[in-house]
């Protein structure tokens, strides 16, 4: 079964980058063909696609958030990671890493951390 | 505002049967699969359906999927109040490039 565990800072000052790390256990980050996204929710909201990375480190982004996203992934890690420039108010959110299965014509999230909750306040 | 269209929220008694419906355009659910989840007040969302009707291991055929056109929608039947949660449908958006979610439903077992 894979477990899927988000992990960084819970406060952020506005203006500065948002860093998070998801790990991944009971499976391999590169087995199968499995993309990694990041997903967020602020507070009563609804859910908001951030971006996916492939192990082979191609990525895809939210148009919305692309010029502020980068997405890592470290295969001897079996982690990938989040970073989010340039933060403000409207970022508060709880974040969740997902394991994204992926293909032409179909997308869907089979596991999903458990979330960690980031302010970005001064 | 969401790409895809969810009634905010619905509501029956125990046993009864709920329908969720997810609206959206030829360029997501239309030219796509879509998938629901189901989260649980302070919980991560769950995987309830994928490919459009598919139940992935562990989910109870209570729960079922269909999409026609540009539109899909959620199934419940003999509904219990431990299914009391929101409901999320998604799916990939060709125009955009990006995942996109319904705004949330959600689900009240009176």
């Known amino acids: 079964q894979v477990q899927l565990q988000e992990s960084g800072p819970g406060l952020v000052k506005p203006s500065q980058t948002l860093s998070l790390t998801c790990t991944v256990s009971?499976?391999?980050?590169?087995?199968?063909?499995?993309?990694w996204s990041w997903i967020r929710q602020p507070a009563g909201e609804g859910l908001e696609w951030i971006g996916r990375?492939?192990?082979?480190?191609?990525?895809n982004y939210n148009p919305s958030l692309k010029s502020r996203v980068t997405i890592s992934v470290d295969t001897s890690k079996n982690q990938f990671s989040l970073k989010l420039s340039s933060v403000t108010a409207a970022d508060t959110a709880v974040y969740y890493c997902?394991?994204?299965?992926?293909?032409?014509?179909?997308?869907?999230?089979?596991?999903w951390g458990q979330g960690t909750l980031v302010t970005v306040s001064s | 505002q969401s790409v895809l269209a969810q009634p905010p929220s619905v509501s029956a008694t125990p046993g009864q049967k709920v329908t969720i419906s997810c609206s959206g355009s030829?360029?997501?659910?239309?030219?796509?699969?879509v998938s629901w989840y189901q989260q649980l007040p302070g919980t991560a969302p769950k995987l309830l359906i994928y490919?459009?009707?598919k139940r992935p291991s562990g989910i109870p055929d209570r729960f079922s999927g269909s999409k026609s056109g540009t539109s899909a929608t959620l199934g419940i039947t003999g509904l219990q109040t431990g299914d009391e949660a929101d409901y999320y449908c998604g799916t990939w958006d060709s125009s955009l490039s990006a995942v996109v979610f319904g705004g949330g439903t959600n689900l009240t077992v009176l």
């Open positions: 490919d459009n009707n």
């Open positions: 009971g499976g391999s980050i590169s087995s199968g063909s499995s993309y």
């Open positions: 990375i492939y192990t082979s480190g191609s990525t």
């Open positions: 030829s360029s997501n659910i239309g030219d796509n699969y």
């Open positions: 997902a394991r994204d299965r992926h293909s032409s014509g179909w997308t869907y999230f089979d596991f």
